[in-house]
């Protein structure tokens, strides 16, 4: 049986552990709505209202004019019912290194108190930034057992600290290491030098990210786009699991979504009872905190493994840059051998392991993981499969794409509220490090093909020599990441604020497909929903005047759809709901804490940026001994 061959990019790819079988605990089973926790996502201001914040801000007003505008414009942009509050430091006296107030709690958003209380807010005494970043982390709400959300500082300020007591970057680091859900993002108004090292040290040690911001314009827009990163988090949904650092303990997974966390340079594995004959498909998506450190070598890797030293199956997906953390989602799959007799196709035990690989200097905390667990059935002894469809064909780089004029759309955060969209023509926008997912129903014998079109914006100063990137990639029914290092697209291009396109695809869908050896073939074995995920690099914050930046989608589902996967099947008669339809749609304009929680802002699973010397790569390898 052809199976899947290796890929390598020069990557790093990490060694597989022994670990010797136990007996199993009590299965995992996810809940019937599929979701697990009731999280809570919040974000606290902390303004900075010390005496400098008086002075002119070189455009004939005050800093603090411009902060109080700022505030507002955040407030205005974020969904209803998200919880926010406002915390001031130097505002009540003139000397005192204890001067630091809650302002407004944090509730669902109350936009005309948040202003009004800004709007109070008088520049007098010192910049006690450790103490007001300490006290702002209790003003968050805690979160309830077992729940992912995302709790968020947003740090304003002029300055550096003049008290240090507390530190404010020992403060960050401590508050960073405290859990998974807590982010410090920080914004520098009109600062240099040691403020703005600081400030930096405070957002990279708080799992965050510092935005420089050298006039009102720029605080306006760094502080809308931290504040929607924040509200606009990867909302999560599954039943909690823990894995286990060997195959000894670890729990055992029914098919169903989980969740878990993962550290730095840590496996982790999941137990599963296999039949020997249905094709099983596993995903792991790890979500950081946007833009945190990175290098272009870390990984995350999915494996399948049995007996006491065999690994069936194993992928590996590379961060491929250093700009800033993405979710990053790898898939690997058990596909018994086309004649039977495999090693890895006897029924019983084995063991889904998932590993994260970081170099020296990458974000140092436990990253959210949402897994999944499908199981499909062998197809009858009667049915004789369609061939397998390996080619781009018509689907290629020439395909004839829409024309027509665009459709508003508001991507989701993610794959669980993904937007469900059609071929045509999509209008949207993004924020720099940000992901929009977009879901398609693609049937037996169809393939999908889109282009993705970042339009002419306006720069900072109507120039701007950083460069960033934009990138895409498509995932299968099971969350396999496909069309990357295929020699067809390229999922990633620099961005510097001028029109960019990004063209992306799959091949048809064929169950056959399971048997061929390419990376990219393989897991377009199943009708259904596929996804679409958008990106744009964190460094283009430092090119666009515009909070956000519009793209299209120019969308084709290519082919006639069958009406399943046997050889010479019929055609899906016209105006009969198509059967791979997902009628599901997790988006709300406001704010959900329900089944689908907020966490963590996307970005896309894997993405290159032009001139690094490393290759965009997934590495996938079949059957072998572990040694």
Known sequence: MARRHRRLARAL??????????????????????????????????????????????????????????????????????????????????????DTRLVHPVKPVDRAGIKQAVAKVTPRGDTPIGLSLHKAAADLPERTGGSIGQRTILLISDGEDNCQSPPPCEIAEQLGRNGVDLRIDAIGFQVRGKAREQLQCIAEAGNGRYYDAPDAKALARQLQRAGQLSADGYRFRGAKAEGAPGRKGAPRLVPGQYLDTIGPNEKRYYAVE??????????????????????????????????????????????????????????????????????????????????????????????????????????????????????YGAGGKEALLPTTAPKDVTGGTGFNDA???????????????????????????????????????????????????????????????????????????????????????????????????????????????????????ARAAEIAENPHIGFRLRVAVLGKEKSGPQHNAPLVTAGVPRPSEDSRDGHSGGWTSGPVIAAVACGVGIVLLSGLAVAYGRVRRKNRTIR
């Open 13 to 98: 790819i990490g060694g597989v552990l022994l670990a010797l079988a136990a007996p199993l605990p009590a299965r995992a089973a996810p809940s019937d709505e599929g979701a697990a926790v009731d999280g809570t996502s919040s974000m606290v201001m902390v303004l900075d209202s010390s005496g400098s914040m008086a002075e002119d801000d070189g455009s004939g007003s005050t800093r603090i004019a411009a902060a109080r505008k700022a505030v507002g414009t955040v407030v205005d942009a974020l969904p209803d019912g998200y919880p926010a509050g406002l915390r001031v430091y130097g505002a009540d006296k003139p000397k005192g290194c204890d």
């Open 274 to 391: 296999l039949d020997g004959k249905s094709t099983v498909n596993f995903s792991a998506t790890a979500v950081p905190q946007p833009g945190v450190a990175v290098d272009v070598t870390d990984v995350l890797g999915t494996g399948v493994e049995s007996g006491t030293d065999t690994v069936c199956e194993s992928s590996t997906e590379l961060s491929g840059q250093k700009e800033g953390a993405t979710p990053i989602t790898s898939g690997v799959s058990r596909i018994p051998s086309e004649k039977g007799g495999g090693s890895c196709d006897e029924p019983g035990r084995y063991w889904l392991a998932v590993e994260r690989k970081a170099s020296d200097g990458s974000d140092a905390s436990r990253w959210p993981l949402e897994l999944t667990y499908d199981v499909e059935k062998p197809l009858p002894k009667s049915v004789t499969p369609a061939q397998s469809e390996p080619e």
């Open 419 to 537: 937007r469900q969209i059609r071929q045509g023509v999509w209008r949207d926008d993004v924020l720099p490090s940000q992901t929009l997912w977009y879901k398609v129903a693609v049937g037996w014998g169809q393939q999908l093909r889109y282009d993705v079109e970042f339009a002419n914006e306006p720069t900072v100063k109507g120039y701007s020599s950083a460069t960033s990137y934009g990138a895409t990639q498509v995932y299968t029914p099971a969350r396999h990441p496909v069309g990357g290092g295929t020699g067809e697209f390229s999922p990633q291009s620099v961005y510097n604020g001028r029109p960019m396109a990004l063209e992306m695809g799959t091949v048809p869908v064929a169950w056959t497909n399971r048997y061929e050896s390419h990376p990219n073939t393989i897991p377009v074995h199943d009708k259904g929903t596929f996804y679409i995920a958008v990106t744009l690099g």
